[in-house]
């Protein structure tokens, strides 16, 4: 059993900066890649950053330059550093986690259970 847990959440204004952070716990052989994805009200979950084991990071258009992917391997851990964020920010943030979480070979995903952001104008 896998469980990871967003907390950093929360209100803020426009231009603001939050800190997000999600803990991986419970059966672990290895974690491949962990990151971000988002859903706003009436939309897909999107992806915001991934980062790999090896460190390598991909962000979406919308959070480059301004978000900040980073990972802690030995504590199973990732952040998402955000700053300016805008009012289009607002949405729930997803944590995920790729990874061999039995004895079995294979990569599974593994979600959190959202973290609620809201930018406010």
């Known amino acids: 059993q896998v469980s990871l847990v967003e907390s950093g959440g929360g209100l803020v204004q426009a231009g603001g900066s939050l800190r997000l952070s999600c803990a991986a716990s419970?059966?672990?052989?290895?974690?491949?890649?962990m990151g971000w994805h988002r859903q706003a009200p009436g939309k897909q979950r999107e992806l915001v950053a991934l980062i790999t084991s090896e460190g390598r990071m991909n962000y979406a258009d919308s959070a480059k330059g301004r978000f900040t992917i980073s990972r802690d391997n030995g504590k199973n851990t990732v952040y998402l550093q955000m700053n300016m964020l805008k009012p289009e920010d607002t949405a729930v943030y997803y944590c995920?986690?790729?990874?061999?979480?039995?004895?079995?070979?294979?990569?599974?995903?593994?979600w959190g259970q959202g973290t609620q952001v809201t930018v406010s104008s």
């Open positions: 419970g059966t672990i052989f290895s974690i491949n890649a």
């Open positions: 995920n986690a790729d990874g061999q979480f039995t004895d079995r070979p294979y990569v599974t995903r593994h």
